[in-house]
């Protein structure tokens, strides 16, 4: 079961395109595991809508924010 579907801006795709293939592999698995399960470890709420994707991988600490959008629902 998902609970959410992730989408990218622009900027996002941008950077992480310009990481190195395991890391891309790593966030996208990561990702994947958020949007069915419910890891804080993975995915945090920072404040209302704002959520916090997190990764490590290699020494690397990723972190991208993620925003609830309400017109899907």
């Known amino acids: 079961m998902r609970y959410f579907e992730t989408r990218f801006l622009e900027e996002a795709d941008e950077f992480i395109a310009g990481l190195d293939p395991k ?42 924010l993620a925003f609830l959008d309400k017109t899907d629902n």
């Open 23 to 64: 890391t891309i592999k790593k966030i996208f698995y990561n990702i994947d595991l958020a949007e069915q399960t419910n890891d804080p470890k993975i995915l945090k709420k920072l404040q209302n809508d704002i959520w916090e994707f997190r990764t490590k991988y290699a020494g690397l600490q990723i972190r991208l």
